[in-house]
């Protein structure tokens, strides 16, 4: 089982359902939301209000407390995909396969989000930095990732690479549309977007550029 933290205080859901159901072209994936507000319960179909897993275009959902999510059976999936924007939700995190920072440029994204990185790193060695990749939405060209840098530069993590995402407005509409349709369409999503998921599969499942581009067309084409 592989395992990503998708770590700041940015609502990132589209993105991490569209990287939940290319994966599960190939793959078994729970996404697990570890939100302050539970919004993932309102973003799926439910029959009822009550926490726990559904299942969403080809993955599984959860939603529900971390005393919940210990009741699942998390070993019968290749992928579990956290996303995280509360520091209570982050102690049980610890040992995992991929971390990702993800973050505007909006000040108080980034030092919430800094305030995530400070939870999660407290009781780390500085002699064993954790390896983490920067995802930025440039809705901003200042202060610019220089000044991510400095912040958080007294954290025990080292930086893998950086990947970047500048928003569309046919990436918001297909977001909108998604939410009322029950469906995760995504033919009209911007070639940004569509570059931005398949280098995601290609760091959360260990592919080639090729393979995650052919895992992207056939879950498009996936109804």
Known sequence: MKKAFFIGDY??????FYLAKVLS??????LVD???N???QYLVPRIDDE???VTYDGFDVFTGTEEDLQKQRLGSYDHVIYDIDEAERLSPYRSTHRFFFVTSMDITSIIRGEHLIQAFTEHLPRTDPLPFYKLLIEDARQPGEAYIDDRLAAYPLTWVE???YSPDDRDRTQKIHNQYTSKLHMRRLSSDM???ITDLIQIVDGTTA??????YKQAERRK
């Open 11 to 16: 609502e990132k859901s589209d993105l991490l």
């Open 25 to 30: 072209i190939t793959r078994r994936v729970l």
């Open 34 to 36: 570890a939100t302050k």
């Open 38 to 40: 539970q919004n993932y």
């Open 51 to 53: 926490p726990g897993i």
């Open 162 to 164: 950086t990947l970047s």
């Open 194 to 196: 569509r570059i931005l």
């Open 210 to 215: 090729k393979s995650a581009a052919q895992l």
